[in-house]
Nanobody, 121 residues
Framework: QVQLVESGGGLVQAGGSLRLSCAAS????????MGWYRQAPGKQRVLVAQ???????NYADSVKGRFTISRDNAKNTVYLSMNSLKPEDTAVYYC???????????????WGKGTLVTVSS
């Protein structure tokens, strides 16, 4: 059982920055994918960014050039640095974990409870 705990959400003005963290405990798989997904009010949860344990990354087009995903494998922690935030980035951000590579949202084995990011205009 892998537990994921997100932190770092909050209220920020448009153009500002936030850094989200997701700490994973109980992970037994050296090969895995961790990712950030977000769900805006009334919308489906969608991919923001993913990173494998090997360091390969994948970003949604809407955040490319503004968000950066990174991870510290020694700490089993993944980060999402968000810059130039826009009101449309407002959502609950969820951390997901998949024991493998090439994972889609449906493949994520574990989820955190989410952290709210609100960007005011």
């Amino acid at each position: 059982q892998v537990q994921l705990v997100e932190s770092g959400g909050g209220l920020v003005q448009a153009g500002g920055s936030l850094r989200l963290s997701c700490a994973a405990s109980g992970s037994r798989f050296s090969i895995n994918t961790m990712g950030w997904y977000r769900q805006a009010p009334g919308k489906q949860r969608v991919l923001v960014a993913q990173i494998t344990s090997g360091g390969s990354t994948n970003y949604a087009d809407s955040v490319k050039g503004r968000f950066t995903i990174s991870r510290d494998n020694a700490k089993n922690t993944v980060y999402l640095s968000m810059n130039s935030l826009k009101p449309e980035d407002t959502a609950v951000y969820y951390c997901g974990y998949c024991s493998g590579y090439g994972c889609y949202q449906r493949d994520m084995d574990y989820w955190g409870k989410g952290t709210l990011v609100t960007v005011s205009s």
